[in-house]
Structures are given as structure tokens and as C-alpha cells.
């Protein structure tokens, strides 16, 4: 079985420019979540999908973040435009409708976002 | 504010030797709690998870345990090997579906 797969692994881009991360969560995954770590800092949550509704995005910096997960399969994330703090870690990670039972996270490797 | 802490943020230890990761957290109201392990460019593994019920999981050499009333969380490695060196992670769900989580402990078994 396939984990959640991220795309690109890494990213560097000039301060100002757009970029456009991807996340494919586990076949039959209706949750997808989020998230980011920056330098030195926790994980922190950015948002949670159920299918293609956002159930919570309230972990979203600013408007510069725009996720969206059209049919409810993958999902991907745009910063239009980039900023230097930014720069960090992003997670994607998906699990099974919450049960008992399912309630653990699957995490992809990361996208490295460097903005220069 | 929830707050997750983990302590220590390094621990290095000898092979063979048994080991505990501290997790302690603000708000003791939680759902659950996961461990998870990180090694170098590459995602998390869940390692763990324990309900808001339980007081702990055990899974081969690891176990985890969990009081709710203290706001902590140990994760209890025995007979510890080169091969668990790694960053390790815990991260508290509350009733929302976010996970709140520590800044990990990066742990190194020496052979």
C-alpha cells in the first residue's frame, strides 16, 4: 500500500514568487491535514480537509495560503506570494474517518520550502 | 494555550541500555496522544497512540504510558539500539482534529 506522497521534496524560490506544494493521502483517506514546521519551532497545524470540505482552518498564517482538495483525492497548497518565514518544513498526513480505533496519523516525507 | 513539552530536547545513550522520553502537557483535557518517530528527511511514523482512557500502550521494546491528571506522557524504550536513533515526537489531540505537538527529542544510541 501506498504512504501519503509530497511533491516536490524540496523547493527553493525568490521572496514574492508562487509556489505550489502536493500532498496524496492513503487510497480511501478522507481526512488530509497540514501541517508546517519552521526553524527551530513545533509542528504546528495548518489545516484539516474531510473529503473536499475544510473542516478547520483556523492554523492558516494569512490569505497568502490558499488549500484546496478538488474531489476529495489530493490536495495542494499555493503561498502566492512567498515570504521569508515561510521557509520551513510542510507536512501533509491523512488518516481514516475517526474511529476508535483508526485514529492514527499517516505523515508524508515533507516538502522543504526554502524562500530566498 | 495548549502547550506540548518534551524533555530532553538530546539524549545519547549507550546500546543495550533503557531509556524514558518525557512529554508533559498544559491542558489535561485531551482526547489522545501519539509518539511518533522522525528520522532524518523523512516524514513521522506513528509509533503509538493512547486513548484519553488508557494509561498505556505497549508495542515490542516500547511503551507508553499516560496520566492524564499530571498532564504527562513517557515513552519507555528497553534494550535501546543503534537503529532507534531518531527524532522522537509527541503530539496531543484535544477534541478538534488538530494535534498539538512537542519540538521532539533527537535521540542517539551509541553502538
Known amino acids: ?116 | 494555550k495548549q502547550e506540548v513539552t518534551q524533555i530532553p530536547a538530546a539524549l545519547s545513550v549507550p546500546e543495550g541500555e533503557n531509556l524514558v522520553l518525557n512529554c508533559s502537557f498544559t491542558d489535561s483535557a485531551i482526547y489522545n496522544l501519539q509518539w511518533f518517530r522522525q528520522d532524518p528527511g523523512k516524514g513521522l511514523t506513528s509509533l503509538l497512540l493512547i486513548q484519553s482512557s488508557q494509561r498505556e500502550q505497549t508495542s515490542g521494546r516500547l511503551n507508553a504510558s499516560l496520566d492524564k491528571s499530571s498532564g504527562r506522557s513517557t515513552l519507555y524504550i528497553a534494550a535501546s539500539q543503534p537503529g532507534d536513533s531518531a527524532t522522537y515526537l509527541c503530539a496531543v489531540r484535544y477534541t478538534g482534529n488538530q494535534f498539538y505537538f512537542g519540538t521532539g527529542t533527537s535521540l542517539t544510541v551509541i553502538p
Request: charged share 20%; net charge neutral; aromatic share 10%.
Open chain 1, 1 to 116: 500500500e501506498a504512504g501519503v506522497t509530497q511533491f516536490p521534496s524540496h523547493s527553493v524560490i525568490e521572496k514574492g514568487q508562487t509556489v505550489t506544494l502536493r500532498c496524496d493521502p492513503i487510497s480511501g483517506h478522507d481526512n488530509l491535514y497540514w501541517y508546517r514546521r519552521v526553524m527551530g519551532k513545533e509542528i504546528k497545524f495548518l489545516l484539516h480537509f474531510v473529503k473536499e470540505s475544510k473542516q478547520d482552518e483556523s492554523g492558516m498564517p494569512n490569505n497568502r495560503f490558499l488549500a484546496e482538495r478538488t474531489g476529495g483525492t489530493y490536495s495542494t497548497l499555493k503561498v502566492q506570494p512567498a515570504e521569508l518565514e515561510d521557509s520551513g518544513v510542510y507536512f501533509c498526513a491523512s488518516s481514516p474517518l475517526r474511529t476508535a480505533t483508526n485514529e492514527k496519523l499517516f505523515f508524508g516525507s515533507g516538502t522543504q520550502l526554502s524562500v530566498l
